[in-house]
């Protein structure tokens, strides 16, 4: 069988690799096998049983009540079909068809019912030996197939079907599709379009360490022993204590990527388009050729094929030549011509065939590259007819040639989504018009800018100006007509998209039928921000005021409202935690809204319901809004809060509100928990029945017998102490809550939670996880009971309850602010604050409760998530690596990036400041980059488009070159005067003073960005220049050059650069070589693909391996058929999976899975992104397992390459990587090499771990491993006696490390005793001394691997088929028995307990 992998077609967008009889043309239309058969193999589930672990950080904690809903063994509720039988719809077997194509041999191919007969042309025009066709039809029997038929509905195609290949005659449109697709085949092994960014290429460098695909090589490899060909030198910028940054191995030469020219020439020729009396001959075009013999031809492209003619380029005489080589396809036609095309053309398509489908295949977004080499700008028709038709935005493959977008991405919303293949189906789709969506949005806001689109207004100024391109509306970030002037001005107007952009995400994923958003997309390029969005219909015949049926367009002075709206947005109220309230109109009317008085309402003309200006979804930041009259709380106050902020638009992030919720929901249940075990116990005692021992035992011994997991709260020393105050231990960690519990008008009554109440508050002021509040219901059994029965009162709607139990629920409603009286619902009214809007007096308690609720909000963010942020740093579950990660773990704690000066003063003021010192520095690189960009914002406004290279070069040498006086080149003057006077009329938006860009003085721009930071962060940088800098905070400016590049979309020659010299600066106009936009739009989710993904976590979490795998698999399907092949998603799944195969003893399929993660990680986040660095390491680790030491070696290289360029040497992940390379090194017995690398390791370990941590311990026993190697027993005692006496401190005599530890002790000592006996004998008796050979050990792999398993947190732990199945018996009785209530055990739960530093996510 010919598998399908080895020729996915780049335009198929959901191939999966994984699975080799799958693949799908863009309709999710293939339901397709989905896992069960795949599963088989692909987790080769053997020996899986002799192993199991569990991942420690990965475990994602809301997966809850996700998990029940998807687990195909519990019930799920009626609306929702179980998963597992859904699955079982998708499955259909696939089957194998015969193909017979013109001159080549039959062959086999894999089909599955679901494709349709345009997949298997898509395959037929990969494949190496048909790749050359491209008209032709597929017949059966004699019958022509419809390229759109699935090929179930295809009578009589069955298994061993012969399906013939029969070329069809050309039409214009399948001559033009022949030669782009010719050209494509040509350029397939060409990296210019990755490095120019465009059609979704992007750059791969893996190939180039695992020389080709590791699979094959793995198995060729084996048979002799490695050690003795492998060099294991690194370069020398890559070994520890090296200061040399190098830019160029960034990207290291491929050298298949030196083309092998097939053509000289391939273009249109002048003669175009045929004259009437030769189209009545049938041609078509015309096309001239140079070929590598330097031949010039010309082609007509007639209805049979190609041929050539005798035209010249003066002279046109379109009749045939003799002979004319008549072929169907120009690639027969060539291969007769020029004998060094047919050479090296078949020489192309097996290498291109040989690379990885991971390589080829387009990505979902476009991803740039921050440098590339100088690549050869070569002449190119079909890149010139793209750029010609793009500028008239219309699409070559589409029927009408425009698209409308808002058409596409209302009716994908539309689809059915009843059960999976639906909802498939459905999210598919919605993931396939948003990426395209965004590619065209992107293209025309840079047509835009670059001046190529006309105004719809082209008499206003030009920064009033708006666009439309394609169906897309464009509009430019400016305050036109003074609409944000009461905001913040142009301030507002350029924070205000991303807010509806966070908006319109928001509203999309709570998904409501019948509400539709626009798509939006927010670029940043050369300075100008962006939005573009798709069209209401009849929006533009009509006049605003009579277009918006509900909301407000001055901001609250007029408003209406529309009941079906209201019915509309109360569906995602509750989600999105927004207040339904009243508002007063003009009139003094009370007008009721549930949404942000900005929210506009519009009906379009097809009759849909759209919202639009969600720019105010979420709550305002008190912390960034000062206000009149309003105090904050003294959490907030103590951080010097509420500050000035540029605009008026600071809003909390949707992550801070679900935290500020849940964290209330916690406290909540509490509260309501412990007054009902009072009254309980009350009632017992008057009842005279004994109390329950378990529930209501006196405060102080329930806490000290029936909960060893106390520990979760590490605030509460004992309870009865702190039980007399209660809200002592809250204050201490400042939970916002306590302080509203202690707040005069809403205190609960306090003699009612005395005691027990203590450890809740603990866990709520420390702002753990919901996961700890778990832990610790089990520890006190009677509170889990309780609990239940909050709930209980909870769900109901508070009628028949009896009055006591309503009364704890109305105080628990109380205390936390809940806007009902009878559950737990805390909404926000996000108008609170806004100027201009007014509410009713009648609403007066309400508007003073939502205040205090937004005041506890941004208390929440002071108090609770910047500390649990630090903490996470602190204990490395949160490890930032760059920019880019350290803005995502801020906003994945809802953070704003506006808080980051407050994050850094938060860490210079914590105790353990020396361990934290690469968050700083990260920190504080992030902030002045950030600076940088708002600067180099504006300043690129103001330069014509001729002098943008400079300009460019320009900044950088301000910004990085210790240069003292860069000077900027001008432009010869010539050219701009006489241009100048000519482009007066229609400039650029913005265009100022043309030169006043070239005055800037690196002292003045770092002045410039230390007042940026003190205005907008309100951090004091002391600095006033780059080498300042530098010194003062330990950077590295190609660190720096990587950040404000990837920041501003500028792309840079890859060469040395010389920051430092004095006399010369680093930059020049040549080495700018392109400005990219930086994009922002919305990413549709896979949703049933990501329960999946969740639930088989948890499984892995709970150590069922083979059950964790299936579901991941499943999840990997899923994913496949929604996003396509490629998405950051199926990364993460990638990775899993190969870590579960590395786990359960299958270190082939490891290998292949996590080649494809770093395959997909280098293509979709970039080459040197975080992630990619830890899949590198991952993959080494498989490579070492299944024997392939050199390989194993260049990845770890490349691994600390990378991470030295992206965040430098000093880094707790560095000591990791520099384990790994240690350890590797000693396997192959380079010694010297290796104790450079493990010391580093042990130095890196000690700063960020403290040096009585058990990872030094361990640092500490891999050096004198080396040492004993090396014979040097004296150095390696030494470093042992440390690691012994760190386990000996730690962990007690007892401990199997402590006495492992002593052992090697005792072992070393005897070995340097008989190495002194030995010496002393030699200096005794001279050259005739008897002397006892030593034993000298290298290490087996087999030790190298234990311990490579061991510091990258995977242990093994050995079991037989036997022990899985009792302790899986065992794992459930437990699980039966604590649903009932009864479990007397509770540190259960997890029967596999393995430290996993590296989190799957």
Same mark, same amino acid.
């Given at each position: ?214 699979? #094959? ?112 396809? !120009? ?16 020489? @192309? ?96 806001? @840079? ?6 689109? %006309? ?23 400016? #305050? ?6 009461? !905001? ?26 019948? $509400? ?44 209406? *409202? ?53 720019l105010r979804t979420f709550p305002p930041d008190l912390n960034f809004l000062p206000v009149d009259g309003e105090e904050l709380s003294p959490e907030s106050q103590r951080q010097g809060f509420p500050r000035p902020h540029p605009h008026r638009l600071a809003c909390l992030r949707q992550e801070l509100i679900e935290a500020f919720v849940e964290h209330r929901y916690l406290l909540f249940m509490k509260m309501a928990a412990l007054q009902l075990m009072q009254q309980k116990a009350n009632r017992d005692a008057k009842a005279g029945v004994p109390a329950i021992t378990e529930t209501a035992q006196a405060p102080s011994e329930s806490n000290a017998d029936t909960t060893p997991t106390q520990t979760a709260a590490p605030e509460s020393p004992s309870a009865t102490e702190a ?29 009612? %939670? ?67 009286? *009878? ?62 990660? !350290? ?20 860490? #210079?003021? *914590? ?33 014509? $488009? ?93 660190? &720096? ?63 069922? &391996? ?11 399907? !899923? ?89 430098g040497e000093d880094h707790p992940e560095m000591a990791l990587l520099d384990s790994n390379i240690g350890l590797v090194l000693h396997g192959v017995m380079e010694y010297d090499l290796s104790l450079r690398f493990l010391e580093n390791a042990l130095a890196v370990n000690t700063k960020y771990h403290g040096a009585r941590s058990l990872k030094v311990a361990l640092s500490h026993h891999l050096v004198a491993r080396v040492y004993e190697s090396k014979a040097e027993f004296r150095s390696a005692l030494q470093h042992e006696k440390e690691g012994y006496t760190i386990y000996k401190n730690q962990m007690g005599e007892a401990h199997e490390k402590t006495k492992e530890s002593s052992e090697f002790l005792k072992y070393l000592t005897q070995q340097a005793v008989s190495l ?24 087996? @792999? ?10 990258n947190g995977i242990i093994f732990i050995p079991l037989s088929q036997k022990d899985l199945e009792n302790l899986k018996a065992e794992v459930q009785r437990r699980q039966q028995l604590q649903e009932l209530g009864k479990s007397d055990d509770p540190t259960e739960d997890r029967p596999l307990e393995l430290e996993d530093k590296i989190p799957i996510d």
């Amino acid at each position: 069988m010919v598998s399908k992998t080895d020729d996915i077609p780049a335009s198929v967008p959901n191939c999966n690799p994984a699975d080799l009889a799958d693949e799908a043309g863009d309709g999710a239309q293939d339901g397709k096998e989905t896992s069960k058969t795949c599963v088989k193999d692909s987790c080769g589930c053997g020996p899986s049983a002799d192993t199991a672990m569990v991942n420690g950080d990965g475990a994602h904690e809301h997966t809850g009540e996700a998990d029940s809903k998807r687990d195909g063994s519990s019930e799920t509720d009626g609306g929702e079909d179980s998963n597992e039988q859904e699955v079982i719809v998708i499955q259909d077997t696939g089957f194998t068809v015969k193909i017979q194509a013109p001159g080549t041999e039959p062959f086999d191919l894999q089909v599955s019912p679901q494709e349709m007969v345009q997949e298997i042309h898509q395959v037929l025009m990969d494949r190496e030996d048909t790749c050359h066709r491209t008209c032709f039809s597929l017949q059966l029997d004699g019958n022509v197939l419809d390229n759109f038929a699935e090929l179930k509905s295809i009578e009589g195609l069955q298994e061993g079907s012969l399906l013939k290949v029969v070329e069809e005659p050309y039409t214009v449109r399948e001559a033009r599709i022949h030669v782009r697709h010719i050209r494509d085949l040509l350029k397939s092994l060409d990296p210019s379009d990755a490095y120019n960014g465009v059609d979704c290429n992007s750059l791969s460098f893996l190939s180039i360490f695992t020389d080709g695909d590791l699979g #094959d090589s793995g198995k060729r490899k084996k048979k002799g022993n490695e050690l003795e060909q492998i060099d294991c030198t690194p370069p020398e910028h890559i070994l520890p204590g090296s200061k040399d940054r190098p830019l160029v191995p960034l990207q290291p030469q491929n050298k298949d990527w030196k083309p092998m020219q097939c053509l000289k020439v391939l273009t249109m020729s002048g003669w175009n388009p045929p004259p009437g009396n030769r189209k009545m001959h049938g041609d078509l075009m015309y096309l001239c050729m140079v070929t590598v013999e330097e031949r010039h031809v010309s082609v007509t492209a007639s209805t049979r094929g190609f041929y050539l003619n005798q035209s010249t380029t003066y002279n046109f005489n379109p009749k045939p030549s003799n002979p004319s080589f008549l072929s169907h396809s !120009l690639v027969e036609l060539l291969s007769q011509i020029s004998p060094a095309f047919k050479k090296n053309f078949t020489a @192309m398509q097996k290498k291109r065939v040989q690379r990885h489908p991971f390589e080829r295949i387009a990505t979902p977004f476009q991803v740039y590259s921050w440098t590339a080499p100088q690549v050869d700008h070569a002449m190119d028709c079909v890149r010139a007819e793209d750029a010609y038709t793009s500028r008239l935005g219309y699409e070559e493959h589409i029927p009408g040639q425009t698209r409308d977008w808002n058409e596409e991405l209302q009716t994908t919303r539309e689809l059915p989504r009843k059960n999976l293949p639906e909802r498939l189906l459905r999210e598919r789709a919605i993931f396939k018009v948003h990426s395209d969506f965004a590619a065209a949005a992107t293209r025309g806001a @840079m047509a835009v800018i670059d001046g190529n689109v %006309m105004a719809i207004n082209p008499g206003e100024e030009t920064r009033m100006q708006m666009f439309i391109w394609n169906n897309i509306f464009f509009s430019l970030g400016f #305050d036109v007509r003074d609409h944000y002037r009461e !905001l913040g001005g142009d301030a507002a107007a350029h924070a205000a998209p991303t807010n509806d952009l966070n908006g319109v995400r928001a509203y999309g994923a709570v998904d409501v039928e019948g $509400l539709y958003t626009l798509g939006t997309v927010v670029v940043d390029y050369r300075g100008y921000r962006v939005t573009a969005q798709s069209i209401i219909p009849g929006i533009l015949e009509r006049e605003q005021e009579q277009s918006v049926i509900y909301g407000s367009i001055d901001f609250g002075k007029t408003v209406v *409202t529309h009941s079906k709206y209201l019915e509309l947005l109360e569906k995602t109220s509750r989600q999105l935690k927004v207040h339904r309230h009243n508002v007063l109109n003009e009139k003094n009317e009370a007008v009721e809204l549930c949404s942000s008085v900005e929210c506009k309402g519009i009906i379009g003309n097809d009759g849909r319901h759209y919202i639009l200006d969600l720019l105010r979804t979420f709550p305002p930041d008190l912390n960034f809004l000062p206000v009149d009259g309003e105090e904050l709380s003294p959490e907030s106050q103590r951080q010097g809060f509420p500050r000035p902020h540029p605009h008026r638009l600071a809003c909390l992030r949707q992550e801070l509100i679900e935290a500020f919720v849940e964290h209330r929901y916690l406290l909540f249940m509490k509260m309501a928990a412990l007054q009902l075990m009072q009254q309980k116990a009350n009632r017992d005692a008057k009842a005279g029945v004994p109390a329950i021992t378990e529930t209501a035992q006196a405060p102080s011994e329930s806490n000290a017998d029936t909960t060893p997991t106390q520990t979760a709260a590490p605030e509460s020393p004992s309870a009865t102490e702190a039980s007399a105050d209660s809200t002592g231990p809250m204050e201490s960690s400042a939970s916002a809550a306590s302080q509203a519990a202690a707040a005069g008008d809403k205190s609960p009554p306090k003699p009612t %939670m005395n005691g027990v109440l203590e450890p809740a508050a603990a866990v709520n002021g420390e702002c753990k996880s919901p996961l700890e509040g778990k832990e610790l219901e089990e520890s006190i059994p009677g509170l889990a009971q309780a609990k239940e029965l909050a709930e209980t009162l909870v769900a109901e709607d508070g009628s028949c309850i009896d009055p006591k139990s309503r009364e704890v629920v109305l105080n628990a409603c109380k205390a936390v602010g809940s806007i009902s009286n *009878t559950s737990f619902d805390i909404r926000f009214n996000p108008d609170i604050f806004s100027p201009g809007v007014r509410f009713p007096d009648d609403s007066a308690d309400d508007i003073h409760k939502q205040k205090q609720l937004l005041k506890d909000a941004a208390a929440f963010l002071v108090s609770c998530q910047i500390p649990s942020l630090v903490k996470d740093c602190l204990d490395h579950s949160a490890l930032p690596m760059d920019g880019a990660t !350290l803005t995502e773990a801020l906003r994945q704690r809802g953070i704003n990036i506006r808080y980051l000066g407050t994050v850094l003063e938060f860490v #210079d003021k *914590t105790p353990a400041k020396a361990q934290l010192e690469h968050f700083y520095r990260i920190g504080i690189s992030e902030l002045i980059t950030r600076c940088a960009k708002h600067i180099f914002k504006t300043y690129l406004q103001g330069v014509e $488009l001729s002098a943008l290279s400079a300009a460019v070069s320009h900044f950088l040498n301000c910004f990085l070159s210790s240069f003292p006086d860069a000077v900027a080149h001008l432009p010869p003057d010539e050219l701009v005067s006489r241009r100048k006077s000519r482009k007066r009329r229609n400039r650029v938006p913005g265009g100022g003073d043309n030169t006043a860009w070239a005055s800037l003085t690196p002292n003045e721009l770092w002045k410039n960005i230390a007042s940026e930071a003190k205005s907008y962060y309100h951090f004091t940088l002391q600095c006033e220049s780059v080498d300042q800098v530098v010194e003062k905070y330990g950077f590295q400016k190609t660190t &720096l050059l990587r950040e404000i590049s990837v920041k501003t979309g500028i792309q840079i020659l890859m060469k040395e650069y010389n920051f430092d010299s004095r006399h010369k600066p680093a930059f020049t106009e040549e080495d700018i070589l392109n400005i990219f936009p930086v994009v922002k739009h919305v990413n549709p989710k896979a949703s049933d693909a990501f329960h999946f993904f969740q639930s088989g976590q948890a499984k892995v979490q709970q150590g069922f &391996l083979k059950e964790g795998c299936e579901l991941i698999n499943e999840a990997l399907n !899923l994913f496949n058929n929604v996003y396509g092949a490629m998405h950051v998603e199926i990364c993460a799944c990638l990775r899993l999976l190969a870590r579960l195969n590395y786990i359960m003893g299958d270190h082939a399929e490891a290998l292949s899975n996590q080649q494809k993660a770093v395959l997909m990680s280098e293509r979709v986040l970039g080459i040197e992104h975080p992630n990619t660095i830890q899949e590198y390491m991952h993959l080494a680790l498989y490579c070492f397992a299944n024997g392939q030491l050199s390989t194993a070696l260049k990845l770890l290289y490349r691994a600390r390459y990378l991470m030295l360029l992206v965040s430098g040497e000093d880094h707790p992940e560095m000591a990791l990587l520099d384990s790994n390379i240690g350890l590797v090194l000693h396997g192959v017995m380079e010694y010297d090499l290796s104790l450079r690398f493990l010391e580093n390791a042990l130095a890196v370990n000690t700063k960020y771990h403290g040096a009585r941590s058990l990872k030094v311990a361990l640092s500490h026993h891999l050096v004198a491993r080396v040492y004993e190697s090396k014979a040097e027993f004296r150095s390696a005692l030494q470093h042992e006696k440390e690691g012994y006496t760190i386990y000996k401190n730690q962990m007690g005599e007892a401990h199997e490390k402590t006495k492992e530890s002593s052992e090697f002790l005792k072992y070393l000592t005897q070995q340097a005793v008989s190495l002194q006996r030995t010496m002393n004998e030699i200096y005794k008796n001279g050259s005739n001394a008897s002397i006892t050979p030593l034993k000298f050990t290298a290490p087996s @792999m087999a030790s190298v691997l234990e311990q490579l398993n061991i510091i990258n947190g995977i242990i093994f732990i050995p079991l037989s088929q036997k022990d899985l199945e009792n302790l899986k018996a065992e794992v459930q009785r437990r699980q039966q028995l604590q649903e009932l209530g009864k479990s007397d055990d509770p540190t259960e739960d997890r029967p596999l307990e393995l430290e996993d530093k590296i989190p799957i996510d």
